[in-house]
């Protein structure tokens, strides 16, 4: 049983930055491909971005490529989302998630994930 816990959330501008962490306890972190989905108010829950066991290979959603980045530490088992240049529509609860596999095919299929943790919420004001 892996235990996902998300933090780093808060408010801030358009045109600023965030970083959002993601500790992970209760199994072999490295084993694991992590992503990072996102549900804004009133809409489903999207896929953000998605890394392997490793780090070696990425994978993003077109609505933030080249804004956002996904890596991890395995060392010190947390993943991480570096933000930057946010926009108003980035406003979301982002989720950080973990399955056995990593492939870009099905990144975005929530049904493949085994894990999820709780939230850390994203506020981008205009």
């Known amino acids: 049983q892996v235990h996902l816990v998300e933090s780093g959330g808060g408010l801030v501008q358009a045109g600023g930055s965030l970083r959002l962490s993601c500790a992970a306890s209760g199994g072999t972190f490295s084993s694991y491909a992590m992503a990072w989905f996102r549900q804004a108010p009133g809409k489903e829950r999207q896929f953000v971005a998605l890394?392997?066991?490793?780090?070696?290979?990425?994978y993003y959603a077109d609505s933030v490529k080249g804004r956002f980045t996904i890596s991890r530490d395995n060392a010190k088992n947390t993943l991480y989302l570096q933000m930057n240049s946010l926009k108003p529509e980035d406003t979301a609860l982002y989720y950080c998630?973990?399955?056995?596999?990593?492939?870009?095919?099905?990144?975005?299929?929530?049904?493949?994930?085994?894990?999820w943790g709780q939230g850390t919420q994203v506020t981008v004001s205009a």
């Open positions: 890394v392997s066991g490793f780090g070696s290979r990425t």
């Open positions: 998630a973990a399955r056995t596999y990593y492939s870009t095919t099905d990144a975005y299929m929530q049904s493949q994930y085994n894990y």
